[in-house]
Every structure is written in structure tokens, then in C-alpha cells.
């Protein structure tokens, strides 16, 4: 039972390039949301999707795209990174929201 | 919006001992969830407990237990019999119940060290 899978795990990109961080799970979960965590602000709320088709931005959308086709992926693409996206990004899921969401392990990315 | 407000950044406890993180919120909806988090040095985010706000009493997962306050918007955390593997951030999130927008939020975390 892998859970939510986040890849890659460590990234470092020059300012302007683009990639995508992926994000998969294999609970069946309709709820999954990227958050980024920077020191002192906690986690917050980059993009989230209730279901395959449907997604909205959370507190800090700028310079992200996500995409849901499936249930199970939610990728997280950056169009043209800035070392203020320097920061730990982390995929969750769930099934319900208020069960509580299962984290990926994250993915540290620098910009430089 | 709701915020979260979590006050302590550090907090430090001795092996055995019981220690309280604290954390309000600021909303004016009446249904909601409240969670604790826990991430460990590993980064790996663990749900410790979670509470229901229509819900009066209060939550416990064995050493884990919170003391609920909807009228003052408090949910703190009690750690019992601390032991080493506590040691981690510890955040607070709020979750209003509105269908199709289950969102978590966030506070700034709380840094628990727990010594022998």
C-alpha cells in the first residue's frame, strides 16, 4: 500500500526553467491538494481538486498549474521558476477532507 | 477567512513529562473540523487526532488527547508521558464543513523538543 507517492524528492532548477512535480495515489481519494511549507508560515494551500476534472486555487496559486485527468495523479507544474519558489512541497489526499488527509513525503526544490 | 494562530514556536519537555501546545482559530462558521499534525524530522506529515466541533467531548488517541473550547476557539493538544519520538513540529489545521471545499488550514507550527 504506497499511499500518496510524490517524485521527485530533491530538485534544484534554474531560475526560469519549468518542471513538473508529480503526485500519485492508490487510495481512491476524490480530495488532493498541494501545499508548500517555508520556515515559520507553516504549510499553505497552493491547489486543490475535489475530483478527475475539477480544480481551484488555494492561498498562494501564482506560477503553478495542476491538471486532474485521473483520480489517482494531481501533478503540480511550475512555468517558470523563481528562487521565491524555493520551498518544500507536499501532495495529499483523502477520501472524505474531514478524515483527515495522507501526506506524500514531499519534494524539496531550490530555484537558484 | 479563517486563520490559525499557534503562539508557542518552541516548546521543550522532559522524557515522562506532560506538555500543552496551544492553537486558536478564527472563524465564523459553526461546522468545522480541527486537526493535529505531527512531522517529525523524517518531514512526513502524521495525523495525531482530529476533533468534530459539533461534537462536545474531547478527543483522545491514547497519550494524545485535546481540550476543545468552541466558544473561545481553542484546541490545544496534551501530550502525556512525553517520550523521545515526540519530538517534531507540531501544526494545528482547520477544515470548515462546506462539501466540495475540504480544505486544510494551517498554523505556523509549534517546535516540540523532548529531552531525556
Known amino acids: 500500500n504506497a499511499g500518496v507517492t510524490q517524485t521527485p524528492k530533491f530538485q534544484v532548477l534554474k531560475t526560469g526553467q519549468s518542471m513538473t512535480l508529480q503526485c500519485a495515489q492508490d487510495m481512491n481519494h476524490e480530495y488532493m491538494s498541494w501545499y508548500r511549507q517555508d520556515p515559520g508560515m507553516g504549510l499553505r494551500l497552493i491547489h486543490y481538486?475535489?475530483?478527475?476534472?475539477?480544480?481551484d486555487q488555494g492561498e498562494v496559486p501564482n506560477g503553478y498549474n495542476v491538471s486532474r485527468s485521473t483520480t489517482e495523479d494531481f501533478p503540480l507544474r511550475l512555468l517558470s521558476a523563481a528562487p521565491s519558489q524555493t520551498s518544500v512541497y507536499f501532495c495529499a489526499s483523502s477520501g472524505t477532507g474531514r478524515d483527515g488527509y495522507t501526506f506524500g513525503s514531499g519534494t524539496r526544490l531550490t530555484v537558484v | 477567512a479563517q486563520t490559525v494562530t499557534q503562539s508557542q514556536p518552541e516548546m521543550s519537555v522532559q522524557e515522562a513529562e506532560t506538555v500543552t501546545l496551544s492553537c486558536t482559530y478564527d472563524?465564523?462558521?459553526?461546522?468545522?473540523?480541527l486537526f493535529w499534525y505531527k512531522q517529525p524530522p523524517s518531514r512526513q506529515m502524521i495525523l495525531v487526532i482530529r476533533?468534530?466541533?459539533?461534537?462536545?467531548q474531547n478527543a483522545t488517541e491514547n497519550r494524545f488527547s485535546v481540550n476543545f473550547q468552541k466558544a473561545a476557539k481553542s484546541f490545544s493538544l496534551k501530550i502525556s508521558d512525553s517520550q523521545l519520538g515526540d519530538t517534531a513540529m507540531y501544526f494545528c489545521?482547520?477544515?470548515?464543513?462546506?462539501?466540495?471545499?475540504?480544505?486544510?488550514?494551517f498554523g505556523t507550527g509549534t517546535r516540540l523538543q523532548v529531552f531525556p
Open positions: 476533533q468534530e466541533a459539533y461534537k462536545q
Open positions: 472563524t465564523s462558521e459553526n461546522n468545522y473540523y
Open positions: 489545521a482547520f477544515m470548515k464543513l462546506v462539501i466540495g471545499t475540504d480544505k486544510l488550514i
Open positions: 481538486s475535489v475530483g478527475a476534472g475539477i480544480t
